[in-house]
């Protein structure tokens, strides 16, 4: 069967990198949380992450000023509360409250980990060269935290137009990666 062009505004719903991230920020006392999905691993040692944040979001000013964040990465348990953060603006609501998120303190950043995820990056801003023109970031990781109960994580995965995917089977292929 041919293949069918496909509209160019939708080509992102096919290649999103991973799964939606919760991102905390934190600036005079008072965190925010939003949702991001535009991200992806740059070094494996150490750990760096590129994030794009665009400068519509109050979450921009706020890693701009401070350099620092927390990457939290929910599952599917708490998919409804991560849609509504990233339907919605920090800059006049607390969404941990609004949201029944639980904010924990970081051991070396000052945004806070949003307790319900299963994993929680605390990172700093490593290169800001290209913010001004796409937003990206580039965050290392210098502190991480996983819940050991946590076997298998059912990680949402955005494709667009309010849609996503849930990460379910694990496969195992030979691979000369460790």
């Not at 006392?29 to 979001?57: Q, Y």
């Not at 941990?96 to 801003?125: H, I, M, Q, S």
Request: aromatic share 8%.
């Amino acid at each position: 069967m041919p293949k069918k062009s496909f509209p160019l505004s939708k080509v992102y719903g096919l290649i999103e990198p991973g799964p939606v991230l919760l991102l905390t920020t934190a600036r005079a006392g008072k965190a925010n949380i939003m949702a991001m999905s535009w991200h992806t691993m740059l070094e494996f040692v150490p750990p760096l992450i590129a994030c794009v944040v665009s400068n519509r979001d109050y979450s921009f000013s706020l890693l701009k000023a401070s350099k620092e964040c927390v990457i939290n990465i929910p599952t599917v348990d708490i998919a409804e509360a991560v849609v509504r953060c990233g339907n919605s603006t920090g800059e006049k609501i607390n969404k941990f409250e609004k949201f029944g998120l639980t904010p924990k303190p970081a051991k070396l950043v000052a945004p806070p980990l949003v307790d319900e995820c299963y994993a929680n990056l605390e990172c700093r801003v490593v290169d800001t060269s290209m913010v001004s023109k796409y937003g990206l970031f580039v965050l290392e990781v210098v502190q991480a935290w996983i819940d050991p109960t946590v076997k298998s994580p059912r990680t949402i995965h955005h494709i667009g137009h309010g849609s996503f995917r849930v990460a379910g089977e694990t496969i195992k292929l030979r691979s000369k990666m460790q």
